[in-house]
């Protein structure tokens, strides 16, 4: 049976709904024969390795330990949904402190137990800062580490199919860049509707301001018409992420990644990017000058943000983060 790779994949918070999904997602794709469950909370993780076996997928050794120098050992790719929820009411932000611990001591234990890890995709909110703080602990090179941001485009792709009544695949160029949250630069511009430039579709700047804040709010939607945050697609987004990186098909959808040159520093953001087997890759944003501006804000939100978990004391001060990470 061919597999992409038979390289190890661990899928860090595996017990929880993001990480059960990601496994059997994985599975179904056949990227390896190779999968690790791992999660600290060992009832849940027996009953997801239970539905998994349940499956019968063939020729997958499937493994799960809620020991991380077990989960971590000779690990070559790595997903991690191992945060705290988001939950009803809360923003992304809210999460900041306890998911940005959680993030400090997973980068530590993939510069322990894997430093030879070819990619790691971080998907815990807030991930712009997570992602830093894994990249910063994990000793990582910035093209090895990428977050989930692809929700956010995904979803103005479906609110601008929705509107004009056309299957989704056919818009093309909705991109959003920045952050990924409440901050988020949607960039529309170069959108088209089956074809047709979305600025000759009439639209009225009312009616793309609703469907900018449906956007925004469209995790928030899930919350509320599910009762719990998202699950099904940052799942399979990221396993996308990572079957890039293993090889498979690249990856074109925005990604959270490390980004320091003339216009933004030292912050992780979602940029126009491609992941493929060398890692992640990126160009600056184009858009016009609104967008532009909504981007500059959403990078300084960023930055605001970064210099609070300096703050905290969740990582050092910019200056000193060679001494933690030499390839930043």
């Given at each position: 049976m061919a597999?992409?790779?038979?390289?190890?994949?661990?899928?860090v918070g595996a017990a929880g709904m993001i990480g059960s999904n990601m496994a059997q997602t994985a599975m179904m794709l056949k990227l390896t024969p190779n999968i690790c469950l791992y999660d600290v909370y060992e009832p849940g993780l027996k009953g997801?390795?239970?539905?998994?076996n349940h499956c019968a997928f063939e020729g997958v050794n499937l493994t799960w330990t809620t020991d991380p120098a077990?989960?971590?050992?000779?690990?070559?790719?790595?997903?991690s949904s191992g945060g705290a929820p988001r939950k009803a009411g809360m923003t992304r932000e809210d999460l900041l402190k306890g998911n940005c611990q959680i993030a400090e001591e997973f980068g530590k234990n993939v510069k322990k137990y894997c430093p030879n890890v070819k990619h790691v995709v971080v998907i815990f909110n807030p991930a712009d800062l997570t992602g830093l703080v894994v990249l910063l602990?994990?000793?990582?090179?910035?093209s090895q580490v990428t977050t989930l941001a692809a929700l956010d485009s995904t979803?103005?792709?479906?609110?601008?199919?929705?509107?004009?009544?056309?299957?989704?695949?056919?818009?093309t160029g909705a991109r959003t860049y920045g952050g990924h949250g409440e901050a988020m630069a949607v960039f529309a511009s170069?959108?088209?509707i089956d074809g047709t430039p979305l600025s000759k579709k009439n639209l009225s700047e009312k009616k793309f301001e609703e469907i900018k804040q449906a956007t925004i709010q469209g995790g928030a939607?899930?919350?509320?018409?599910r009762g719990r945050s998202s699950f099904q697609s940052p799942a399979y987004c990221?396993?996308?992420?990572?079957?890039a990186s293993m090889g498979g098909k690249r990856f074109n959808w925005p990604a959270g990644t490390y980004v320091n040159n003339e216009k933004y520093q030292n912050v992780m953001m979602a940029m126009p990017t491609v992941i493929d087997a060398t890692g992640v890759h990126f160009t600056n944003p184009k858009g016009t000058a609104k967008e532009m501006a909504d981007l500059q804000a959403s990078y300084e939100h960023l930055c605001k943000m970064r210099d609070e978990i300096v703050t905290l004391g969740i990582i050092p001060a910019v200056k000193d983060w060679k001494k933690v990470n030499k390839n930043l």
């Open positions: 597999f992409l790779t038979n390289e190890k994949l661990v899928i997801v390795v239970a539905e998994m077990v989960a971590f050992k000779n690990a070559k790719y790595i997903i602990h994990s000793g990582l090179k910035p979803r103005l792709q479906t609110e601008l199919a929705a509107h004009f009544k056309v299957q989704q695949s056919k818009v170069k959108v088209k939607k899930i919350i509320e018409l990221a396993v996308k992420m990572i079957e």
